[in-house]
């Protein structure tokens, strides 16, 4: 039996959420356009490990801190839809945290999906750019249309796309 994200889930949004302003206007996009549409919004954050200097090189952290790697994403994750969204959201919202690099997350994703929403830039843009390296990477290798949210200071509506 085929699973059913090879088969394509009509109406499955998924959004990446960091956190950042442009992709808390991401989400509120996604809810609005899943509300008006049926659908469900699968709000997405990516963890990886922070990498140490010791004296042996670059190394990753004891794998102790794993879990705790893992939590604090999937808790800033789901404060960020609790003020974005609401308590309540007009369309379900399901939090989930997966670990490695946001863009390779948030394409894995993408297979089967409807959509895609990414903000224009996330917390590691630089602030003249005009589309993030996050963003480009899921416009050039998602397997789903990608909208871009374009969020500009003080803009609270997040109702630009790029």
């Known amino acids: 039996m085929a699973d059913q994200r090879e088969q394509g889930e009509p109406g499955r949004v998924v959004v990446g959420v960091d956190g950042s302003a442009p992709s808390r206007a991401a989400l509120r996009w996604a809810v609005r356009y899943a509300e008006r549409t049926g659908g469900t919004v699968e709000a997405l954050n990516a963890w990886d490990f922070p990498h140490f200097h010791g004296s042996l090189g670059w190394l990753p952290p004891p794998s102790s801190d794993e879990a705790a790697l893992r939590t604090r994403a ?37 297979r089967g999906a409807e959509l895609l929403v990414v903000g224009a830039r996330g917390l590691g843009g630089f602030s003249g750019l005009l589309l993030g390296s ?27 796309a790029a």
């Open 74 to 110: 999937l808790e800033e994750l789901e404060e960020a839809v609790l003020e974005t969204a609401g308590p309540r959201p007009q369309a379900p919202v399901h939090s989930e945290v997966r670990y490695g690099t946001a863009a390779g997350v948030l394409i894995d994703a993408s």
């Open 134 to 160: 996050v963003s480009q990477h899921c416009v050039q290798h998602a397997a789903c249309p990608v909208v871009v949210i374009r969020h500009t200071e003080g803009d609270d509506t997040g109702d630009d």
